[in-house]
């Protein structure tokens, strides 16, 4: 187990960059955005949302926050604030939903911002972690310590499944909870019950939301297994770039369907991908924020076979890592 431990501290050390300080900036930068709307506009929601004004007479611009029905908030491009104006203490307490959509609404864009970083993160991560061990030569150092090859890859692997989906419902989490605080303090200082605020994100559901983005994230990651495995398998077999190997079996997924629809000769590689697309389709829920995973039995063959796909790959960067380890 220390073994294990002194592995993934030396994984994070090495990439403490794009698995710790980048997300933590986005999320700063999202709390920022939110604070800065609500100070600069004064928390006057003009039309269906908050938007950013440009001049002192409060004359806005096409740009904001959308607040709808109080299920969340959405950003608005291209769209021009109407001249009504709505109290936003009024709002709450008119449909206590309101509040419970501001915290989640936040929370929502913050994850898709972690999203959009995690996604380059980890493929960039699967890609070259096991290469740049070859390129830099740090295997030779790992091969001389009782530190078995499937341990290493396991910690990769660690690394993908657990870390970046922990990191994500950690800021999730503390974007949450701020957004909270600072709401609750704003809305009880202007005459909301303390109680009221609580009952609507209970009822809301605010507090388990991150647990289930996480739950759902390791989920759409374990359905991702076979991409996962195959470029651990291209960063281990690569000489120079592993993003080319990679790319591979696509091209020959395309190349099988010209041919298919050229002269009717097909490998099959065709019929697979589409097979694996429709397992991917069986659990879009789970790739698509705000849109609850509800898991069924129709869904336990298709995972356990990405598992077991993605587990045939890992073995094989296992295999080559022990026998292919100098560039």
């Given at each position: 187990?220390n073994?294990?431990?002194?592995?993934?501290?030396?994984?994070?050390?090495?990439?403490?960059?794009?698995?710790?300080?980048?997300p933590?900036?986005?999320?700063?930068?999202?709390?920022?955005l939110?604070?800065?709307?609500?100070?600069?506009t004064?928390?006057?929601?003009?039309?269906?949302?908050?938007?950013?004004?440009?001049?002192?007479?409060?004359?806005?611009?096409?740009?904001?926050?959308?607040?709808?029905?109080?299920?969340?908030?959405?950003?608005?491009?291209?769209?021009?604030?109407?001249?009504?104006?709505?109290?936003?203490?009024?709002?709450?307490?008119?449909?206590?939903?309101?509040?419970?959509?501001?915290?989640?609404g936040?929370?929502?864009?913050?994850?898709?911002?972690?999203?959009?970083?995690?996604?380059?993160?980890?493929?960039?991560?699967a890609?070259r972690?096991?290469?740049?061990?070859?390129?830099?030569?740090?295997?030779?150092?790992?091969?001389?310590?009782?530190?078995?090859?499937?341990?290493?890859?396991?910690?990769?692997?660690?690394?993908?499944?657990?870390?970046g989906?922990?990191v994500?419902?950690?800021?999730?989490?503390?974007?949450?909870?701020?957004?909270?605080?600072?709401?609750?303090?704003?809305?009880?200082?202007?005459?909301?019950?303390?109680g009221?605020?609580?009952?609507?994100?209970?009822?809301?559901?605010?507090?388990?939301?991150?647990?289930?983005i996480?739950?759902?994230?390791?989920?759409?990651?374990?359905m991702?297994?076979?991409?996962?495995?195959?470029?651990?398998?291209?960063?281990?077999?690569?000489?120079?770039?592993?993003?080319?190997?990679?790319?591979?079996?696509?091209?020959?997924?395309?190349?099988?369907?010209?041919?298919?629809?050229?002269?009717?000769?097909?490998?099959?590689?065709?019929?697979?991908?589409?097979?694996?697309?429709?397992?991917?389709?069986?659990?879009?829920d789970?790739?698509?924020?705000?849109?609850?995973?509800?898991?069924?039995?129709?869904?336990?063959?298709?995972?356990?076979?990405?598992?077991?796909?993605?587990?045939a790959?890992?073995?094989?960067?296992?295999?080559?890592r022990?026998?292919?380890?100098?560039?």
């Open positions: 187990m073994i294990y431990k002194v592995l993934i501290k030396r994984e994070l050390w090495e990439n403490k960059v794009s698995f710790i300080y980048a933590v900036v986005v999320s700063l930068l999202i709390l920022a939110v604070a800065s709307a609500a100070l600069y004064k928390g006057v929601i003009n039309g269906n949302g908050v938007h950013f004004n440009t001049t002192s007479n409060g004359v806005p611009i096409e740009a904001g926050v959308s607040v709808d029905g109080g299920a969340g908030l959405r950003p608005i491009t291209g769209e021009k604030a109407t001249s009504d104006q709505i109290d936003m203490k009024a709002a709450v307490l008119a449909n206590p939903a309101y509040f419970s959509g501001i915290v989640t936040v929370m929502y864009a913050n994850c898709v911002m972690l999203y959009l970083v995690f996604s380059i993160v980890l493929g960039a991560y890609l972690c096991l290469f740049d061990d070859r390129k830099n030569k740090d295997i030779l150092f790992w091969r001389s310590m009782p530190v078995s090859e499937s341990a290493n890859v396991l910690t990769k692997l660690v690394m993908i499944f657990l870390v989906p922990s994500i419902l950690v800021l999730n989490t503390l974007v949450a909870l701020v957004v909270f605080l600072a709401a609750i303090v704003y809305f009880t200082l202007h005459g909301v019950g303390f009221y605020l609580i009952a609507s994100v209970i009822n809301g559901g605010a507090y388990y939301i991150p647990l289930q996480f739950y759902e994230l390791i989920f759409s990651l374990l991702l297994a076979p991409v996962i495995g195959l470029a651990l398998v291209s960063s281990a077999f690569a000489k120079k770039t592993p993003f080319y190997l990679f790319m591979v079996p696509f091209l020959l997924v395309g190349a099988d369907k010209v041919m298919g629809a050229t002269f009717g000769i097909t490998l099959g590689l065709s019929k697979l991908t589409k097979m694996y697309g429709d397992a991917l389709e069986l659990t879009q789970a790739f698509m924020l705000q849109h609850p995973l509800h898991f069924t039995s129709a869904m336990i063959l298709p995972l356990l076979t990405c598992i077991a796909v993605g587990a790959l890992i073995a094989g960067a296992v295999w080559l022990n026998n292919r380890y100098e560039i």
